[in-house]
C-alpha cells in the first residue's frame, strides 16, 4: 500500500510544498466565502498555496491552477454525553483535536466536544488519503503536511501574543508599604495637586498621592507629576485612576519601568476609602453617580434597544456580523453599503464573474472580498432561524432569554479587514475607529478597483457650487467640485433647552471645585433645522487674496449643491477635541426628520447683478528673488539646519540633505530622509539647491488650460508642490491633485495614480467642464475634475441629479466618549420595518433612536 501511495502522488510532488517562515495558511477560512473546518463540506487548503477553499470554490482553483493536492480539514462537533461520570473529558485534553484552530464560541465549551479529521484529497477523481498516515506517504509529504496541520491560521498568526501573558506581577505588589497618613479619596472630581490636570490622573499606592502622568504619544498627557514624586519619595506603585472597576485597574511601577499586575489591588485600594466591589461604576457615557442615585437611561440602553423583547429575523439581508474586537466600525457601515442595490448589483449580482476573474490570490482581491462578504451577507446561507425541536430544547433548558448557539452566528470580515486596512496606520489596528473615517476610506477603495467598470460609489457623488465674495470690493467668484458628505454641525446655543444645559454646568463646575459628584448630566436638544442653518451660512475664508484688490483681504464663502446625489449621507459632526486631544462626544440629540426636502439649498450659479473677480492669480512668493537660477548670489533659504544635521550626521551629503528638507518642506528628518532613498540614485544628489525662477514658476499657457490655478485665490502651498514635482510628477497634474484632496499630500499622490494626466488636446476640450477648488464641504474624498454634466465628459466624476427630496432608509449610532472606544450599531429600514444591526445580532427594532445617530443615510424620491 505504501508503494501505491508512493506512486500515486509521484506527478503531484513537484507542486507540494512544506510551508516557509512568512508563508500564511488559510485553515481557518475559504477565500471565496465563509465556509470553515465546522462547514458541512469542511474546508480544503491548496498544498501549494496553503490558500483555503469551501467545496463549492474548490473545483474552481483546481481547473484556474492544475493544482490537484488539497488537505480536507473537517472539525465535527457534539454534545457531549452525561453520565455518571459527569460527561466526557474536558475538550482542552481531547486528543481527537489537533487542529490550530479558534474555537468556536458559539458552542457552550461544557457541554460540546470537537473531532477533527484530516485526509489528502487528490483532484479531478477525489481520491482521499486519510491522515496521519506517516508510515504511507513519502517523507516531503508527511513533512508538509504535519507543517500545514501544525502552523496558525494566516490570521491568527498576525494578532500580538495576549496582554496577560506579558504583564507581570509587580515585586512590590506583595510587601507594598502604604502610609496611615488619613488620605481618603472621593469618588470623583479629581485634580492633579501640582497642577489643574484633570485627565490621565495616577494614585500613588504608597501616600495616596493623585498627580497626573507624562504626555504620550496616544494622546493622553499631563505634566509628569506622578513621576516627579517617585523620583522624589521612591514610593514604586501607582494606579490610573478612571481604570478602576470592580474587575480591576491599571497598574504601573515606577522602578520597574513597565505595566504590573498587583494581586493585592482590592486592599491597597481599601487603604485609601475606595471599595472596589461596593464602589460605584463608571457609566458608559462617562460621568459618575452615586449608588442610590436614580440613573438616567443611557444612549447604550436607548440605541441597543436594551430591555425591549426585540424579535430576531433571518434570511437574506438579514445575516450578522461577528465582531472581531473593535471592528463594528467596519460592520455598520458594511451593512449600510450593502442595503443600496448599485453596491449589491456591482458586487453581488456580478459574483460569478468576480470569482472566475479573481486573481490567483483571491484573497488580495478588493473585489472578490467585497463579493465575498455581501454574498454571505445577503444570500441567507449563514442566517438561518432555528429547527422548531430546537426552540423546544432551549426553552426546556429555560435558555429561552438568549438563543445561545441557535442563534445566528454572523460572518467574519477578518479576511476584508486585512485587506482594506493593509497600510493604514489606524485601520489595521486593533483599536476602535471612526466609522465616518471608514466610510469615506472604503469609498476611496472602491473608487481606486472601479476603473474602467461600474463605480457603485457614483450613488453618493454630487457637486458642490462654491461661491467666494471679496468682503471690500463685493465681488464674486463661483467654482464647483465632487464631495460624498454633508457634514453638519451642531450648535449647542441652538438647543431647546438651553437654560437646563446652562444650569447643569454651573451644577457640574460647583461639583468639581468643592470634590462632589457631578449632578445629572443634561443632554443637548438641538432642532435638525438649526443644524442646517449653520450649515447654510456664510464663513469666512482665511488667508483669502483678492484678485481684485491684488492683496489678501476678508472673504466669505457659501456652499450649495450644484447637483443632487441618489444616496445623501449626512453626518453630525459631534465630536470635538478635549483638552487632552483626545477626540470627546457631545452628548446631544437631534431630531432628524424621515422626510427631507434640499430642493432651497439648490445652486443658482453667477446672477445678473453680480461682478466676478478678476481670473488673476496671487503672486508667487519665493523666499528668495531667484531670478538668476542661481545660489551664488543671493542667501539661502530657510532651512530647518536642524534636520539638515541629523541627516548628514548619517553620512549623506550635506547639500543632498539641505535638497532634502526644503523639498520636504520643513516637515522633520523622517520626510527628508524618505526623500533622499527616493532620489539617491539622481546624478545632481549632491549638487547645490537650485530654486526655480519667477519665471519658471509662473503657469504657462497650457498650465491654464489645464485647470491650474488661474481662477483659484488659494494655491495650494508650494512646498507640497515641491515633493511631487521632485517625484517626477508634472507641476500642473500636482496642484490638481492638492487641490482634490485639500492640500493632504498622502491622499494627492493618491489621486495622481489614479487619475492620470490628460493629454493635452483633452484638457482644451474639457477647459469649460473643469474648474478646481480646493475648500471642502466635508472631510470626504473629494475630487476637483467635476463636470456639470455625467453625459459630457466620460472621463470625469459621474454625477446622478435629480430632485433634493430624501427619504430616510439608514443610519449610525455610536456609543461611548470618543471615537476611540465605545460601539457602533446601525438600524436599516428594510420591507417598511426598522432593523437593528447590533453585531452578529439582527433584530427588528422597536424604537429606532433616529435622535442619537451619527451618520444617516438618505435615498431619493422619485419625481412622482
Known amino acids: 500500500m505504501a508503494t501505491d501511495l508512493g506512486e500515486l502522488l509521484v506527478p503531484y510532488m513537484p507542486t507540494i510544498r512544506v510551508p516557509r517562515t512568512g508563508d500564511r495558511v488559510f485553515k481557518s477560512e475559504c477565500a471565496f466565502s465563509f465556509d470553515s473546518p465546522e462547514s458541512e463540506g469542511g474546508l480544503y487548503v491548496c498544498m501549494n498555496t496553503f490558500l483555503g477553499f469551501g467545496r463549492e470554490h474548490v473545483e474552481r482553483h483546481y481547473r484556474k491552477t492544475g493544482q490537484s493536492v488539497y488537505m480536507h480539514l473537517k472539525r465535527h462537533v457534539k454534545e457531549k454525553a452525561t453520565g455518571a461520570a459527569g460527561g466526557a473529558i474536558p475538550r482542552r485534553r481531547n486528543g481527537k483535536v489537533f487542529l490550530d484552530l479558534e474555537l468556536n464560541r458559539d458552542f457552550n465549551g461544557d457541554d460540546y466536544e470537537y473531532e477533527d479529521e484530516a485526509k489528502l484529497v487528490i483532484f479531478p477523481d477525489h481520491f482521499e488519503i486519510p491522515l496521519p498516515n506517516i508510515e504511507e506517504l513519502p517523507a516531503l509529504v508527511t513533512i508538509a503536511c504535519d507543517a500545514v496541520l501544525n502552523a496558525s491560521s494566516a490570521y491568527k498568526k498576525q494578532e500580538p501574543e495576549s496582554w496577560d501573558e506579558e504583564i507581570q506581577v509587580s515585586r512590590h505588589a506583595r510587601s507594598l508599604r502604604q502610609l496611615d497618613n488619613g488620605v481618603r479619596i472621593p469618588p470623583s472630581g479629581w485634580k492633579c495637586q501640582k497642577c489643574e490636570m484633570r485627565e490621565n490622573l495616577w494614585l500613588n499606592l504608597t501616600d495616596g498621592a493623585v498627580l497626573c502622568g507624562k504626555w504620550f504619544f496616544d494622546g493622553s498627557g499631563g505634566n509628569g507629576h506622578a513621576l516627579e514624586h517617585y523620583r522624589e519619595t521612591s514610593y514604586p506603585?501607582?494606579?490610573?485612576?478612571?481604570?478602576?472597576?470592580?474587575?480591576?485597574?491599571?497598574?504601573?511601577?515606577?522602578?520597574?519601568?513597565?505595566?504590573?499586575?498587583?494581586?493585592?489591588?482590592?486592599?491597597?485600594?481599601?487603604?485609601?476609602?475606595?471599595?472596589?466591589?461596593?464602589?460605584?461604576?463608571?457609566?458608559?457615557?462617562?460621568?459618575?453617580?452615586?449608588?442610590?442615585?436614580?440613573?438616567?437611561?443611557?444612549?447604550?440602553?436607548?440605541?441597543?434597544?436594551?430591555?425591549?423583547?426585540?424579535?430576531?429575523?433571518?434570511?437574506?439581508?438579514?445575516?450578522?456580523?461577528?465582531?472581531?474586537?473593535?471592528?463594528?466600525?467596519?460592520?455598520?457601515?458594511?451593512?449600510?453599503?450593502?442595503?443600496?442595490?448599485?453596491?449589491?448589483?456591482?458586487?453581488?449580482?456580478?459574483?460569478?464573474?468576480?470569482?472566475?476573474?479573481?486573481?490567483?490570490?483571491?484573497?488580495?482581491?478588493?473585489?472578490?472580498?467585497?463579493?465575498?462578504?455581501?454574498?454571505?451577507?445577503?444570500?441567507?446561507?449563514?442566517?438561518?432561524?432555528?429547527?422548531?425541536?430546537?426552540?423546544?430544547?432551549?426553552?426546556?433548558?429555560?435558555?429561552?432569554?438568549?438563543?445561545?448557539?441557535?442563534?445566528?452566528?454572523?460572518?467574519?470580515?477578518?479576511?476584508?479587514?486585512?485587506?482594506?486596512?493593509?497600510?493604514?496606520?489606524?485601520?489595521?489596528?486593533?483599536?476602535?475607529?471612526?466609522?465616518?473615517?471608514?466610510?469615506?476610506?472604503?469609498?476611496?477603495?472602491?473608487?481606486?478597483?472601479?476603473?474602467?467598470?461600474?463605480?457603485?460609489?457614483?450613488?453618493?457623488?454630487?457637486?458642490?457650487?462654491?461661491?467666494?465674495?471679496?468682503?471690500?470690493?463685493?465681488?464674486?467668484?463661483?467654482?464647483?467640485?465632487?464631495?460624498?458628505?454633508?457634514?453638519?454641525?451642531?450648535?449647542?446655543?441652538?438647543?431647546?433647552?438651553?437654560?437646563?444645559?446652562?444650569?447643569?454646568?454651573?451644577?457640574?463646575?460647583?461639583?468639581?471645585?468643592?470634590?462632589?459628584?457631578?449632578?445629572?448630566?443634561?443632554?443637548?436638544?438641538?432642532?435638525?433645522?438649526?443644524?442646517?442653518?449653520?450649515?447654510?451660512?456664510?464663513?469666512?475664508?482665511?488667508?483669502?487674496?483678492?484678485?481684485?484688490?491684488?492683496?489678501?483681504?476678508?472673504?466669505?464663502?457659501?456652499?450649495?449643491?450644484?447637483?443632487?446625489?441618489?444616496?445623501?449621507?449626512?453626518?453630525?459632526?459631534?465630536?470635538?477635541?478635549?483638552?487632552?486631544?483626545?477626540?470627546?462626544?457631545?452628548?446631544?440629540?437631534?431630531?432628524?426628520?424621515?422626510?427631507?426636502?434640499?430642493?432651497?439649498?439648490?445652486?443658482?450659479?453667477?446672477?445678473?447683478?453680480?461682478?466676478?473677480?478678476?481670473?488673476?492669480?496671487?503672486?508667487?512668493?519665493?523666499?528668495?528673488?531667484?531670478?538668476?537660477?542661481?545660489?551664488?548670489?543671493?542667501?539661502?533659504?530657510?532651512?530647518?539646519?536642524?534636520?539638515?544635521?541629523?541627516?548628514?550626521?548619517?553620512?549623506?551629503?550635506?547639500?543632498?540633505?539641505?535638497?532634502?528638507?526644503?523639498?520636504?518642506?520643513?516637515?522633520?528628518?523622517?520626510?527628508?530622509?524618505?526623500?533622499?532613498?527616493?532620489?539617491?540614485?539622481?546624478?545632481?544628489?549632491?549638487?547645490?539647491?537650485?530654486?526655480?525662477?519667477?519665471?519658471?514658476?509662473?503657469?504657462?499657457?497650457?498650465?491654464?488650460?489645464?485647470?491650474?490655478?488661474?481662477?483659484?485665490?488659494?494655491?495650494?502651498?508650494?512646498?507640497?508642490?515641491?515633493?511631487?514635482?521632485?517625484?517626477?510628477?508634472?507641476r500642473t497634474h500636482s496642484i490638481n491633485a492638492l487641490k482634490a484632496m485639500n492640500n493632504n499630500l498622502e491622499r494627492a499622490l493618491d489621486w495622481i495614480f489614479t487619475h492620470p494626466e490628460p493629454e493635452e488636446s483633452d484638457a482644451l476640450s474639457d477647459m469649460a467642464d473643469t474648474e478646481p477648488n480646493d475648500n471642502a464641504f466635508s472631510n470626504a474624498n473629494s475630487h476637483s475634475d467635476a463636470t456639470l454634466s455625467p453625459d459630457r465628459d466620460t472621463t470625469g466624476p459621474r454625477i446622478k441629479d435629480g430632485p433634493g427630496r430624501y427619504e430616510l432608509f439608514a443610519f449610525i449610532s455610536h456609543m461611548g466618549e470618543s471615537t476611540m472606544s465605545g460601539h457602533y450599531v446601525c438600524h436599516i429600514k428594510k420591507e417598511g420595518r426598522w432593523v437593528i444591526y447590533n453585531d452578529h445580532k439582527v433584530c427588528l427594532s422597536e424604537r429606532p433612536p433616529k435622535d442619537l445617530g451619527y451618520i444617516y443615510f438618505y435615498h431619493r424620491l422619485s419625481s412622482s
Open 237 to 730: 506603585l501607582a494606579v490610573k485612576m478612571d481604570t478602576i472597576t470592580p474587575d480591576g485597574a491599571d497598574i504601573y511601577s515606577f522602578e520597574e519601568e513597565e505595566a504590573v499586575l498587583d494581586p493585592h489591588i482590592s486592599d491597597h485600594l481599601s487603604h485609601f476609602g475606595i471599595d472596589m466591589l461596593q464602589m460605584q461604576k463608571r457609566t458608559e457615557n462617562g460621568h459618575h453617580r452615586e449608588n442610590n442615585s436614580r440613573p438616567r437611561v443611557s444612549e447604550w440602553e436607548v440605541i441597543q434597544e436594551s430591555g425591549m423583547k426585540l424579535k430576531a429575523v433571518f434570511g437574506s439581508g438579514y445575516t450578522g456580523i461577528k465582531n472581531l474586537g473593535n471592528t463594528c466600525y467596519l460592520s455598520t457601515v458594511m451593512q449600510v453599503l450593502f442595503s443600496i442595490p448599485d453596491f449589491q448589483r456591482m458586487y453581488v449580482g456580478n459574483l460569478q464573474r468576480i470569482f472566475d476573474y479573481s486573481p490567483l490570490d483571491p484573497s488580495q482581491d478588493f473585489a472578490t472580498q467585497m463579493a465575498k462578504l455581501g454574498h454571505g451577507l445577503l444570500s441567507g446561507q449563514y442566517s438561518k432561524p432555528p429547527m422548531k425541536s430546537e426552540l423546544i430544547e432551549q426553552v426546556m433548558n429555560e435558555e429561552h432569554k438568549m438563543l445561545n448557539w441557535h442563534q445566528q452566528k454572523g460572518v467574519s470580515p477578518r479576511m476584508l479587514k486585512a485587506l482594506v486596512s493593509r497600510g493604514h496606520p489606524e485601520f489595521s489596528s486593533n483599536r476602535q475607529q471612526d466609522a465616518h473615517e471608514f466610510l469615506l476610506h472604503l469609498i476611496n477603495l472602491v473608487e481606486r478597483n472601479s476603473a474602467g467598470s461600474e463605480n457603485p460609489s457614483d450613488v453618493f457623488r454630487f457637486l458642490v457650487e462654491e461661491r467666494v465674495q471679496c468682503c471690500q470690493s463685493r465681488q464674486v467668484r463661483y467654482s464647483q467640485r465632487v464631495d460624498y458628505c454633508i457634514q453638519l454641525p451642531a450648535p449647542l446655543e441652538a438647543a431647546i433647552n438651553r437654560e437646563e444645559l446652562l444650569t447643569y454646568e454651573a451644577k457640574k463646575k460647583e461639583a468639581e471645585e468643592n470634590m462632589q459628584p457631578p449632578p445629572e448630566p443634561v443632554r443637548a436638544r438641538i432642532p435638525f433645522t438649526a443644524c442646517l442653518q449653520a450649515f447654510t451660512e456664510p464663513e469666512n475664508v482665511p488667508d483669502f487674496w483678492s484678485s481684485a484688490l491684488q492683496a489678501k483681504s476678508a472673504g466669505v464663502k457659501t456652499s450649495r449643491f450644484a447637483s443632487f446625489p441618489e444616496y445623501l449621507i449626512l453626518q453630525i459632526k459631534k465630536f470635538t477635541f478635549g483638552v487632552d486631544w483626545v477626540p470627546k462626544k457631545l452628548d446631544l440629540a437631534i431630531d432628524v426628520p424621515d422626510f427631507l426636502d434640499l430642493n432651497r439649498l439648490r445652486a443658482t450659479g453667477l446672477q445678473a447683478s453680480e461682478e466676478e473677480l478678476p481670473d488673476l492669480m496671487p503672486p508667487i512668493v519665493l523666499p528668495e528673488d531667484t531670478r538668476d537660477n542661481s545660489m551664488s548670489s543671493i542667501d539661502s533659504p530657510e532651512i530647518d539646519e536642524a534636520a539638515v544635521m541629523q541627516l548628514a550626521e548619517m553620512g549623506f551629503p550635506l547639500e543632498a540633505c539641505r535638497k532634502a528638507v526644503y523639498y520636504t518642506g520643513n516637515m522633520g528628518p523622517e520626510m527628508a530622509f524618505n526623500w533622499i532613498i527616493a532620489h539617491m540614485e539622481e546624478p545632481d544628489f549632491a549638487e547645490p539647491l537650485t530654486l526655480p525662477s519667477l519665471m519658471d514658476s509662473a503657469p504657462s499657457t497650457s498650465d491654464s488650460v489645464m485647470g491650474a490655478t488661474p481662477l483659484d485665490p488659494n494655491p495650494p502651498p508650494e512646498e507640497s508642490i515641491s515633493i511631487l514635482t521632485s517625484m517626477g510628477f508634472p
